[in-house]
């Protein structure tokens, strides 16, 4: 048996163990918690039932207690009025604003009072017939003497109510006079449809009539809580919590009895959880584990199997790599990963390779690289010399044209001629990058005239320079470049008079600020920011043969620093200026120098 078959079967066997009985332990812990858990809700629930109940059944009381505090009212129903339009008044100016503030202020299915007096049975009031005399709540009262208030199941036009009925002798101990108040049963079933419809709910009054008794969606009212098999134990305690079992039903019952009024000490709440509903949770729950237990297993099996052939695949790879290596191709070896000791030895050895490539390199390419670079300056003398042109050739020709149109009396051309002669002299007898600026400023002047005899009274131009400034080293044909910019960009789309002015000074930062500026139409923001950001861009030499703004931008980042450049200043319909900044003393290499003095 190989390694891999070890670690596999090994790995599996304790993994397989803790597995299983970490599932066995949480099935039996969850289905704790379940059971805790449906017994504290179940509690609540019963709990917050009651108090809703007994609040609901304290609303309609506080009505009856106001129906027998009030001794005008039983005055007025203890006289004997002498004739009937008396009895009317006394109704509508008393009785009936009475009962629409009662049913104005609680839902109340039907408000009415008994009384013996004959001159008042008008309206609400009725008499104690013999009819009245037989109902239930009538009965009660006969039977106990001392109570004034009870709650009864009753039947009103098909529809059980909740009856509350009360004495009104408050005036007179001995006096015949009595209110009953229906309130809707559907008022308890509202409280309960918000609870699980998985629970069976009851409510019961203190004789042990069932006011309903909702079982799922089943709902019934006046059954006998006598009839269940449950109703002993219940007997025996106020409220709490038990277990019963009987030849077809068993379940969690939580009860609970109000104790808050006298008139309703012994309504029952009781709250019945099935175990088929418990025991569907903790199958669903052992189901789950088992699932689980069987998915962690499976990923398990699958994470030791590719971690041992991980293992082993590396070291294979490593000893058949070594193998085929020889010393004519030397090659890193591939597949050797992870953070163990095997990828550790793996980035070691390719290390190792790595080096060795290195030095055959730096042995047989550095020769090859001087060749190359021979080639490329062979190159870039050979395009030097095919762009330069014969000076004395272009000199001698520029001459004779000129003097052939002052023969010929053309003294403006000649003058035009003479000094596209001498500008071209300035471009070609030096090759440096760097030219003091009185030759640029030469270079730009001759520029200049020339386009003053192009255009005439349309260009205005002028140049002011610090003496100390005028040695200065910058780029070769960059105040030029710009110069011309301010022609073709200004002079050529102006129809007015152009005017250009140039200066060379210093700022407070010791540093030198050269300066064209027009009074062109001007630049917009977003053009001027975007001219911006093309100065910052990477200089595109390959087959450029113009020196832009971006290359003298970068041209002077690269011969005085970054801190160093063009400045662009512009405002729409005023003009523009172009500003190179730059140190202000440098020597002849182009390089700052502080300890030097100007020399061009």
Known sequence: ????????????????????????????????????????????????????????????????????????????????????????????????????????????????????????????????????????????FKAHPKQFRSWTLAEQNGTHVLRLSQRLNNLDPEANLYMTLDVDIRLIYNLLAQENTTQRFMVSLSDGTVLLDREGQHLSYGGKLQDEPFYNALEEQNSGNMMF??????????????HSH???????????????????????????AIWLFLIALMISLALMYMVSTGLTKRLFLMASGIRRMNME??????????????????????????????????????????????????????????????????????HAISGSLLAKGDQQNAEIVRLFAQSFRNLLKKKDQTVPISEELEIVDTYLRVQGLRFGERLVYEIDVDVQAEQLLIPRLSLQTIVENAIIHVMEKKMGITVILIEVKRNDSGDCLISVEDNGSGLSEDTRMFIYEKLHEEPDLAGDKHIGLRNIHHRLQILFGDQYGLVIESELGIGTKITMKLPLQVNHRGLIDHDECIIG
Do not use: C
Not at 78 to 101: H, Q, V
Not at 126 to 139: A, G, I, M, S, T
């Open 329 to 398: 191709k030397l090659e890193p070896l591939k597949g050797i990963q992870g953070k163990d000791e095997i990828g550790y030895l793996g980035r070691i050895f390719n290390d190792m390779i790595v080096r060795i490539n290195k030095l055959i390199d730096e042995e047989y390419k550095s020769e090859l690289k001087r060749k190359e670079l021979q080639l490329k300056t062979k190159e870039s003398e050979l395009y030097a010399l095919q762009a330069q042109i014969n000076p004395h050739y272009l000199f001698n020709t520029l």
């Open 1 to 140: 048996m190989n390694i891999r078959t070890k670690l596999f079967f090994i790995n599996m066997l304790v993994v397989t163990i803790l597995l299983a009985s970490l599932a066995y332990f949480m099935q039996q812990y969850s289905s704790r918690i379940i059971y805790e858990e449906t017994e504290k809700n179940a509690y609540y629930s019963v709990s917050q039932l009651s108090q809703n109940i007994d609040n609901l059944l304290q609303s309609y009381e506080q009505i009856a207690d106001f129906m027998y505090s009030n001794e005008e009212f039983q005055d007025r129903l203890s006289i004997r009025y002498p004739s009937l339009p008396e009895t009317y008044y006394m109704y509508a100016d008393f009785i009936e604003p009475l009962s629409k503030s009662i049913r104005g202020s609680k839902e109340v299915s039907r408000l009415m009072i008994y009384s013996d007096n004959p001159t008042v049975q008008l309206g609400i009031i009725r008499p104690l017939d013999q009819n009245v005399q037989q109902e239930k709540w009538f009965l009660g």
């Open 245 to 258: 079992k009987d030849k077809d039903k068993s379940g969690l019952i939580m009860f609970q009895t109000l």
């Open 262 to 288: 006298r008139s309703v000490e012994g309504i029952k709440v009781i709250s019945i959880i099935p175990v088929d509903g418990l025991l569907t949770k903790v199958d669903q729950l052992k189901q789950i």
